[in-house]
């Protein structure tokens, strides 16, 4: 069964244009997730793309106890909420358990289930009863023809929809593989599909007490991904990766994003 596009106020899902799914990886402070938004609405204004705008108010699964998390569900997800009415653009953030789902929908244009929680069924039935989009990570665990099970679900849930994310699949220790393969075999199955470039890269643990990653090949990745014909593209950015406070290594400067983003959109032209 296909999914069919559908709209996210003014992005179109599924459609022949390239949409992205950008921000920084954690909600650091208000100000600072604030400065975030209006750089990057910028950005998409002067290439004229659209965008999805992301950022988690909970990192619940960081490798240290000790390594920051987030200011929580209900403030984070106002601050979300204001950010997207005020600048006119959907917004995204992780959910972790059905409880947070109903919260998070009241301010939430696309519920995000991380891939280590996408085979959680009331996770994904409670996101699919709200009504909102749902954006599923597939997990690394799981080979692209596994996610079919993860759209049954969600189509049995009520939910028609809905995105699949591939975001790299784990390859021995504190290491993930991209296989572009990956992509050509989700969409195949119907799925609108999208591609994780800064998670891909990422070296889970590698750092010891932190997650480390590879930042400089998330731009590489995405252009062989847009190649192969997927829908959109998540791309985490931060003014200064070295001090951000999750994901530094993986997250591509703010002063790249421009050239990065015009170099995705020239491929995907050239495919139409």
Request: with cysteine; charged share 25%; hydrophobic share 40%.
């Given at each position: 069964?296909?999914?069919?596009?559908?709209?996210?106020?003014?992005?179109?899902?599924?459609?022949?244009?390239?949409?992205f799914i950008l921000g920084p990886c954690a909600?650091?402070?208000?100000?600072?997730?604030w400065h975030m938004a209006r750089e990057i609405k910028k950005i998409a204004d002067e290439l004229g793309i659209q965008f999805i705008f992301k950022a988690s108010f909970d990192k619940a699964?960081?490798?240290s106890v000790s390594s920051y998390r987030g200011p929580g569900v209900k403030e984070g997800c106002e601050l979300m909420g204001a950010i997207g009415k005020e600048l006119g653009v959907p917004v995204t953030t992780d959910i972790h358990t059905p409880e947070q789902a109903a919260i998070a929908a009241e301010h939430i244009d696309l519920l995000q289930i991380p891939a280590f929680l996408c085979r959680q069924t009331d996770l994904l039935q409670a996101c699919a009863e709200t009504g909102k989009a749902v954006n599923?990570?597939?997990?690394?665990?799981?080979?692209?023809?596994?996610?079919?099970?993860?759209?049954?679900k969600m189509r049995a849930f009520g939910c028609e929809k809905f995105l699949l994310t591939e975001r790299g699949t784990s390859f021995g220790y504190n290491n993930l593989v991209a296989d572009?393969?990956?992509?050509?075999?989700?969409a195949e199955q119907g799925n609108l599909t999208i591609f994780d470039a800064t998670h891909s890269v990422q070296r889970p643990g590698g750092d010891g007490g932190t997650t480390g990653g590879d930042g400089v090949l998330a731009p590489v990745l995405a252009r062989a991904a847009v190649a192969t014909g997927v829908?959109?593209?998540?791309?985490?950015?931060?003014?200064?990766?070295?001090?951000?406070?999750?994901?530094?290594?993986?997250?591509?400067?703010?002063?790249?994003?421009?050239d990065v983003l015009k170099s995705l959109v020239a491929i995907?032209?050239?495919?139409k």
């Open positions: 069964m296909k999914t069919q596009p559908f709209q996210l106020k003014d992005v179109t899902i599924g459609g022949e244009d390239l949409f909600i650091e402070s208000e100000e600072f997730t699964n960081r490798t599923v990570k597939k997990g690394q665990f799981l080979a692209p023809w596994d996610v079919k099970n993860i759209a049954d572009m393969r990956s992509l050509y075999w989700m829908n959109g593209v998540f791309m985490e950015t931060h003014e200064n990766p070295a001090e951000a406070m999750s994901d530094g290594p993986n997250q591509v400067p703010l002063a790249e994003l421009k995907n032209n050239c495919l």
